[in-house]
């Protein structure tokens, strides 16, 4: 199955994926959620749409990301499903087009759904390859379900930031806990064709 065989199915069973566009985004992601919850009871009958079929573009979505970061995210992911296998990490966004991202922004504003982003296209470090951010979930055991409990962030973060990474934990205007990224890249100098230097 592919994103967008996934997304065509949860609207077919009345869940909103977003565009069926075959980019994961934050809606495909919490639509494949409900409907895993409703999924259970109303459509036993069906096939049942599961996180470990979309297995190959979660591998795309590493690929996306800069070497430098891809190198240390693998470090970190592997300490942390050593110490956590009862809660496997895994990416849920690396980079997002800057069209997928004003389709987010338009939700909750000129699309149905509640407000997730104040980013426009080209206004997030999601938007530019390669990824120097990357956002993180957890598997509950089973890989039906995530688990979104701060403290899991909080720990997982203890892993990654000694190697050198940016936690969105971290930050105080805006806390984004799923978010860590190259330290100090900003989209505005991405946008300006400033290339970040890892040091
Ligand atoms: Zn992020």
Redesign the pocket.
């Known amino acids: 199955m592919t994103i967008k065989d996934i997304q065509q199915r949860l609207k077919d069973i009345g869940f909103d994926p977003g565009p069926i566009d075959g980019l994961w985004g934050p809606r495909t992601a919490n639509a494949i959620l409900l409907a895993l919850d409703s999924i259970q009871i109303q459509y036993k009958d069906q096939e049942v749409v599961i996180p470990s079929e979309i297995n190959e573009p979660l591998t795309q979505r590493e690929k996306d990301l800069h070497p430098e970061l891809l190198r240390r995210w693998l470090q970190a992911k592997n300490t942390w499903n050593k110490a956590r296998p009862d809660r496997e990490i895994f990416i849920t ?1 690396s980079y997002r087009s800057p069209e997928e991202q004003n389709n987010l922004y338009a939700q909750g504003r000129t699309k149905s759904g509640s407000i997730v982003t104040n980013a426009r296209g080209g206004q997030s470090i ?1 938007n530019y390859k390669p990824a120097l ?1 990357l ?1 993180v979930a957890f598997y509950m055991p089973g890989k039906k379900t995530l688990d979104w409990s701060n403290k899991l962030f909080e720990d997982f973060a203890k892993v990654f930031k000694p190697l050198g990474i940016e936690w ?1 934990g971290d930050w105080k205007s805006f806390i ?1 806990r ?2 860590f990224q190259a330290p100090g890249a900003k989209w505005q100098d991405l946008q300006s064709g400033k290339k970040y230097v890892w040091n």
């Open positions: 966004c999601h951010a956002d969105g984004d799923p978010h």
